[in-house]
């Protein structure tokens, strides 16, 4: 299936762990981004890598670390995890007729 | 930067037509897009407007006015599977970021 993939679906942890979601899209997209969806649905970029270039940082802390292997991959490294993290992550990745962003399934990340 | 408003909840009946409105304010535009998300689900992509004018695609239109800031997207002959958030999305010309709004929340009732 040509898809945009994220593992995994649930991450559940403790406060001031270290975890990692990652992404992979099949799509042959050139440019992939990560989005924070919290409690109240709000939708916020964070990062976009455009053929393994970081192109949009926003105001992100520096414990979010992106890291793009290639361009069919990004994944995101969370350290030192706070309860303000709880939320879902979306991955999606873009180059479609309109460049319309195709999103992935989401990781539902609670920290304890 | 942008600053995108949409209503935050809307209700209708089946079978009748809604509107949901999106103004924005942008230093740099380069296209609007709806999305459509499902409770539990990623969104999902709807329309896309960059010139002024109605786009139309089956039971859903979206509509941009670039002199006002304006866009809306309507949904005809509601059916209860279109209760989800419609999020409206605007490009700016900076490495073509998109900025969403909050999203409107439509429920659809008997």
């Known amino acids: 299936d040509t898809a945009v993939s994220q593992t995994p679906k649930y991450l559940v942890t403790q406060m001031g762990n270290d975890k990692s979601i990652k992404c992979e899209q099949n799509?042959?997209?050139?440019?992939m981004y990560w989005y924070k969806q919290d409690s109240k649905k709000f939708l916020k970029i964070m990062f976009s890598?455009?053929?393994?270039?970081?192109?949009i940082n926003e105001t992100v802390p520096n414990r979010f670390s992106p890291k793009s292997p290639d361009k069919a991959h990004l994944n995101l490294h969370i350290n030192s995890l706070e309860l303000g993290d709880s939320a879902v992550y979306f991955c999606a990745s873009t180059s479609g007729a309109y460049n319309e962003q195709f999103f992935g399934p989401g990781t539902r990340l609670t920290v304890l | 930067g942008q600053n995108i408003d949409q209503p935050t909840e809307m209700t209708a009946t089946e079978g009748a037509i809604v509107q949901i409105n999106c103004t924005y304010q942008?230093?740099?535009?380069?296209?609007l897009f709806w999305y459509q998300q499902h409770a539990g689900e990623a969104p999902t992509f709807l329309s896309y407007?960059?010139?002024?004018g109605l786009e139309e695609k089956g039971r859903f239109s979206s509509f941009l006015s670039r002199s006002k800031g304006y866009s809306y997207l309507l949904l005809k002959e509601l059916q209860m599977k279109d209760s989800a958030s419609y999020l409206c999305?605007?490009?700016?010309?900076?490495?073509?970021?998109?900025?969403f709004g909050d999203g409107t929340t439509l429920t659809v009732k008997p």
């Open positions: 942008t230093s740099g535009f380069n296209g």
């Open positions: 799509l042959g997209h050139d440019t």
């Open positions: 890598y455009n053929n393994k270039e970081l192109i």
């Open positions: 999305a605007v490009r700016d010309t900076n490495a073509g970021k998109s900025t």
């Open positions: 407007n960059v010139l002024d």
